[in-house]
Structure formats: structure tokens, C-alpha cells
């Protein structure tokens, strides 16, 4: 319907302008929304108000001129007022409503599928946990927002791939390797010491029982010992967090390991790169790379004066063998901790030539975990959080995944237990699920009263009149809309937004009217009505990974 409105504003301009009625000047960025209050119509500009200085007239005189000259041979606008300082309302005919409806239900799980991204390659890389210990909250909070980017994307004609960084190689993979040795030694000696800075929690034991009974370790030097305890566990934390992800119905096309870039010789190919274009420097024993140059606060060190790369060495030949793969664009959701890191990161990328635009990064904020009213802090097995598995086993996949996406990444998340296990209209998840299970049974009672849909409706929708049931038909005529802009926003929880209000105004208009009642026609006609909200509510349920129950 936006696209329709900007259409039609589009062509009367070029008549305006090829007329004289207003100053030819280049087509402006508008805005269409959809006012707050009805009375102000069903969609609202400010074009006439951003014309307005360049034509050197008020915008109500250019919203005059507008209005006057408006190019809409399908009869689509029904009027058109001047509304404040210059904004134009417009009023919808009834029928384009019905038109709308019937395109829903004609499109079933493609209604709002768009072409957008045009194929475009596009890569998300996200979750990226590290293979030394389960998935906590934050992980799940950015497999939640990653993956749901992902489906929106592919529903907006993008070819997208799922990415996880596996880093498989340093001190943390060390440290892992000599946690687990001492668990397993303190099997047969409790006093063997544990490192300082070792990982807690029980599934270190885990690990070390597991991994002892098929694997002999006695007899082994320690340092054999710790450097395949090492291997076999970050293997057994890989297996286990692609299981949890499987679970929270994540999966990835690419599993890319730190270990491969290293056996590559890419690492070394992009120091070489960097040096023919004169970025490095060496001092006080180090080598440097001048990313201040571009835009970072100060240089930074690739090599240490030991000969030991740092991370960043590798993530710079990481993204540039994103850059090499083809992707135009790549999106990569990280931990709020890794807030600085971003600015350094497009500073090495654009000393490669690389647009600053091609990279965006998405950090995730904190999760806090409550129930009876407390904070939830620990977890026994992880020793330090609770762990993601934990939270899905306790409440579902579709309630983690739902209060996950409730809130911009950009803002602190408190998760509430009790809330999500409530069975009524207080639970946000439960509210939007129970909207499409009650139009499922609407027509399951439909089929018991024998009252079916009319193969060809027709004239039935013209018995939808009531302003609730055109309000429905609204809300679902915003959907394609928001689905592109949340495509370009990066912004999926706006979806849990619009599913929980379409939702609650299907609830209103049921607890209102009657659906199934002894006029046949009206019948139809509100069981097509439902039948458009039961699709649109489904299409973004998927969306967001969640199930659409046909029972609650």
C-alpha cells in the first residue's frame, strides 16, 4: 500500500514539474507513515513540507498542489486533506482494503516476500563462541537476533550465509586443555592442583570422565597430555554448542576455523598485503599496522616483539577473506565487550581499500535472568552463568527466542521466568501463539458448523464494514513494509512489536464479535478476515523462528 501511495505521489510530481505547477527540482526523500489517530487518515507525507524550500512556498500551498493534481487513475485514494503545518492525509477507498485482503490470502506464505536484495551475497557472521564452554544468555541473544536476520533476509531475495568463527587456537584452547587434565588427574589425586585461571564448572569433570574412558592418558608426558586433552575438548564443546544451536533452531552453512587461516598462510599473505601498501611499521620491537590513519584512535600492534601474532592479525586476514569470498556485504554480531574493537577493525579494512559501509557490526547487550523475583547468577555445571541449554529446557525454544527479539540488541534485556511460563495475555510469547490457535479453532468449529470459505469471494469481503475489522486489514497491509525496513534497520525485534499488536487486535475484535454465527455471508467474510490475520501472524512467527501451534 506505501509503495501504491509513493507511486502515485511519484507521477504527480513529474506532472507538477513538467507542468509548471511547481519548480522542476530533483524528486526529494519523503516519508510515509501511518498516523497515530485515524481521523488524520490512513497514511500521512511531509512531502509537501521537505518541498518546501526549494519551491520558496509554504508547505500548505504545496500540499494544495499537490492534492489538486494527484494522478490516481485506479481510484485508490478515496481523499486527501491538508492536515497541521503541511501534511497531506490520505483516505484509502474501501475497496483497495478488500483488495488487500484477498491479496494476503492469495499469497498464503509469500505475503511479504519481496526482492530487495536482488541476490546480492550477503554473509551474518554470529555467535562465534569460543569452543571452551556452553553457550551462555549472550550467545543466545545473538543466535536469536543472527539467525532471524538471516530468514528475513532470504525472504527479502538476499543470498545470504550463516557464519561461525571457531577460535580453535591459543592460550583459551591451553587453558582448556589443562583444566581438563587436572579434573582428570584429581579423579585418582583430589589434591592435584587446579590452574588459577582454569575453567570452572562441572563440565570440565564432564569432559575429563568422558574423554578418559576412550582415550588412555596414563603414560602420556603432561604436555602431550594437556596438548591432546586440549584438541579432544575443544572437539567435545564444538559438538556440544552446534547441538544446543541445532536445538534453538539455528544452524550455520559455514563453520570457519582459526586453525585454517593459520594452515592457510593467508595470515601471513595479508601482512605481506599490508607492508606493500606501506601500513606497517615497526617499533619498539613490534611490528604495526597505522589504522589512526583511518579513523582509529591510535596504531596498532599485528606482532608482538616475541613474533607472536595478536588477534588482531588474524581477524584483519579474516575480513579480508570475507572480502575475497564475494560477499558485498557482511553483518557481525559480537558481545558489548567488543565495543572498541569495531573502529579498529574498519580501520585495517579501509587500508585495504575496503568501503567503510561493507562491514557493520552488531553489538549485543547483556542478558540478566530473573525468577521469583530474584536474579538468577549461577549455573552448577557452566560454574559461572546460566547456560543457554538450561534457560530452553526450563521454558521452550519459541519463549527464549520471542523475549530474546522483544527488545532492540542495543539495550539491556531482563528475562523474566515467571512471565514467559504464564498461560494468559501477560505473556507476550503466549499472547501472539494463542491468536493463531484460536483462528485455527475458529475454523475448526467453522467446519463443525458446515460454513466454508467461498472458492471465489467476491462481493462476501464487502460485508467486512466494521471499523475494527478495516483496522485488521491495515494493520495487515503494514507488514510487507516493515519487513523491508527491517531488513535495512537491522531491527527484527520491530516484528515482535507488530505481531504482538495485530495479535492483540484480533483478541479484541473476538472477544467483540461474533465470528461463526447465523448469517453464512458474514461468516465467510470474518473467516476470511481471520484467515488474513492467521497467515500474516504465521509468515512472521517463521520469521522469527518460532512455531505457529494450531492448539494451545
Given amino acids: 500500500m506505501k509503495k501504491k501511495l509513493t507511486n502515485i505521489l511519484h507521477d504527480t510530481l513529474d506532472l507538477c514539474f513538467r507542468e509548471g505547477y511547481l519548480s522542476k527540482a530533483p524528486l526529494p526523500e519523503f516519508v510515509i507513515e501511518i498516523p497515530n489517530n485515524p481521523d488524520h487518515g490512513h497514511f500521512a507525507t511531509n512531502l509537501a513540507m521537505i518541498l518546501a524550500g526549494k519551491q520558496k512556498n509554504s508547505p500548505r500551498n504545496i500540499a494544495e498542489i499537490i492534492i489538486q493534481h494527484l494522478l490516481d487513475p485506479d481510484h ?36 511479504g516476500r519481496n ?55 591459543g592460550q583459551q584452547i591451553k587453558t582448556l586443555g589443562e583444566s581438563i587434565y587436572s579434573r582428570w588427574r584429581q579423579l585418582s589425586d583430589p589434591s592435584y592442583p587446579f590452574p588459577s585461571d582454569g575453567y570452572q564448572g562441572d563440565y570440565i569433570q564432564e569432559l575429563a570422565i568422558e574423554i578418559a574412558q576412550k582415550t588412555t592418558l596414563e603414560g602420556l608426558d603432561i604436555h602431550d597430555a594437556i596438548d591432546l586433552l586440549s584438541e579432544l575438548g575443544k572437539d567435545k564443546m564444538l559438538e556440544e554448542i552446534k547441538e544446543d544451536l541445532a536445538k534453538f533452531r539455528v544452524n550455520f552453512d559455514c563453520w570457519y576455523r582459526e586453525s585454517d587461516l593459520y594452515s592457510s598462510g593467508k595470515i601471513d599473505d595479508t601482512i605481506k598485503l599490508i607492508k606493500r601498501k606501506g601500513m606497517l611499521f615497526e617499533k619498539d620491537g613490534a611490528l604495526w599496522i597505522r589504522t589512526s590513519s583511518f579513523g582509529d584512535d591510535k596504531d596498532r600492534v599485528i606482532r608482538k616483539k616475541d613474533g607472536s601474532l595478536t588477534y588482531f592479525a588474524t581477524d584483519i586476514s579474516y575480513h579480508l577473506d570475507k572480502w575475497e569470498r564475494g560477499f558485498k556485504r557482511v553483518i557481525n554480531i559480537w558481545g558489548a565487550d567488543h565495543h572498541g574493537y569495531v573502529t579498529r577493525v574498519k580501520a585495517a579494512l579501509m587500508a585495504e581499500g575496503i568501503p567503510e559501509d561493507w562491514l557493520d557490526v552488531l553489538l549485543i547487550q547483556l542478558v540478566k535472568l ?32 520471542f523475549v530474546f527479539l522483544s ?72 507488514f510487507p513494509s516493515l519487513i523491508e525496513e527491517i ?43 481471520s484467515l488474513g490475520v492467521k497467515i500474516v501472524i504465521k509468515n512472521g512467527l517463521s520469521l522469527l523462528g518460532l512455531s505457529a501451534p494450531e492448539m494451545m
Fill in 76 to 111: 485508490f485514494i478515496l481523499k486527501a486533506e491538508i492536515g497541521g503545518a503541511g501534511f497531506i492525509n490520505f483516505f484509502v477507498t474501501i475497496e483497495r482494503w478488500y483488495d488487500l485482503l484477498s491479496h494476503v490470502i492469495t499469497l498464503k506464505d509469500d505475503y
Fill in 115 to 169: 526482492n530487495l536484495g536482488k541476490k546480492k551475497k550477503i554473509m551474518v557472521e554470529f555467535v562465534s563462541a569460543n569452543p571452551t564452554g556452553p553457550l551462555h544468555l549472550g550467545h543466545g541473544r545473538g543466535a536469536a537476533l543472527g539467525d532471524t536476520l538471516c530468514r528475513i533476509f532470504d525472504f527479502c531475495g538476499y543470498d545470504v550465509s550463516r557464519e561461525f568463527y571457531i577460535n580453535d587456537t
Fill in 407 to 478: 527488545k532492540d540488541h542495543t539495550s539491556p534485556l531482563d528475562f523474566d521466568i515467571d512471565l514467559v511460563k504464564r498461560r494468559d495475555s501477560e505473556n507476550p510469547v503466549y499472547y501472539v501463539q494463542y491468536a493463531h490457535a484460536r483462528i485455527c479453532s475458529i475454523f475448526r468449529k467453522a467446519a463443525i458448523e458446515n460454513i466454508s470459505l467461498p472458492e471465489n469471494p467476491g462481493s462476501i469481503y464487502e460485508r467486512l464494514v466494521l471499523d475494527e475489522e478495516i483496522a485488521l486489514i491495515r494493520k495487515m497491509a503494514e
Fill in 487 to 529: 531488513a535495512r534497520e537491522l531491527a527484527p525485534h520491530r516484528l515482535t512489536y507488530y505481531l504482538t499488536e495485530i495479535a492483540g487486535n484480533f483478541h479484541r475484535y473476538y472477544n467483540r464479535h461474533r465470528i461463526i454465527g447465523k448469517n453464512k455471508y458474514l461468516s465467510q467474510a470474518r473467516l476470511l478476515l
Fill in 370 to 401: 530473573w525468577e521469583g523475583g530474584a536474579e538468577v547468577k549461577m549455573s552448577k555445571r557452566s560454574g559461572r552463568y546460566v547456560t543457554l541449554k538450561e534457560l530452553v529446557d526450563n521454558v521452550g525454544v519459541d519463549a527464549v527466542r
